[in-house]
């Protein structure tokens, strides 16, 4: 099984600022297989970004990915109010495993 | 436009079986996969397994092998998620969630989601 490891696990930050978040995976990725998604409370999670660096449909462009093999990130270039939520990377080129989270809190 | 449509909140005793639903629409049902994913209260997501809805192909994750079975009904549209044995440490809500590729062989990202459904497992 490929483990993810996310960090920073809390990322306190204010609108306008730029978040990046990590994703480090245990063994390659295969093919880039990567993806991102956001989840705020009480709600399903979002996809954001897949293979590593496609937008999902509808995502605003401030949303970016980036990385291969064992590294990945996401950026948010400037942090908008909705932005504030728990991400999550997710593996999908072996059995899927999802990373443990990083919330961006507002600062 | 696509849905995902759960069935509702259930709650069930140590050793039990819970049976959830999910109610494909807005899509050729068969074209693409469905995983079901969980999150325990407070925690991250967990992947539990997929199926080819093209097929009735499944994958489940080893640690739930042998507990959960995954089928289709192609003519209702309907993905369905068995759990036996059931614990406290199951209690989570369930997610469905819908392939990103169609007509995948294998689970892949997941683009559509259900609202989620809540199984406490409770004595």
């Known amino acids: 099984e490929i483990v993810l490891t996310q960090s920073p696990g809390t990322l306190s930050l204010s609108p306008g600022e730029r978040a990046t978040l990590s994703c480090r995976a245990s063994?390659?990725?295969?093919?880039?297989?990567l993806a991102w998604y956001q989840q705020k409370p009480g709600q399903a999670p979002r996809l954001l970004i897949y293979?590593?660096?496609s937008r999902a449909t509808g995502i605003p462009d401030r949303f970016s990915g980036s990385g291969s093999g064992t590294d990945f990130t996401l950026t948010i270039s400037r942090l908008e109010p909705e932005d504030f939520a728990v991400y999550y990377c997710q593996q999908y080129g072996s059995s899927p495993t999802f990373g443990q989270g990083t919330k961006v809190e507002i600062k | 436009q696509v849905q995902l449509v759960q069935s509702g909140a259930e709650v069930k005793k140590p050793g039990a079986s819970v049976k959830v639903s999910c109610k494909a629409s807005g899509y050729t049902f068969t074209s693409y996969g469905i995983s079901w994913v969980r999150q325990a209260p407070g925690q991250g997501l967990e992947w539990m397994g997929w199926?080819?809805?093209?097929?009735?192909?499944?994958n489940y994750a080893q640690k739930l092998q042998g507990r959960v079975t995954m089928t289709t009904d192609t003519s209702t549209s309907t993905a369905y998620m068995e759990l036996r044995s059931l614990r406290s440490d199951d209690t989570a809500v369930y997610y469905c969630a819908r392939d990103l590729n169609s007509i995948a062989a294998r689970p892949k990202a997941f683009d559509y989601w259900g609202q989620g459904t809540l199984v406490t497992v409770s004595s």
């Open positions: 199926i080819s809805a093209y097929n009735g192909n499944t």
């Open positions: 063994q390659s990725v295969s093919s880039s297989y």
């Open positions: 293979g590593a660096s």
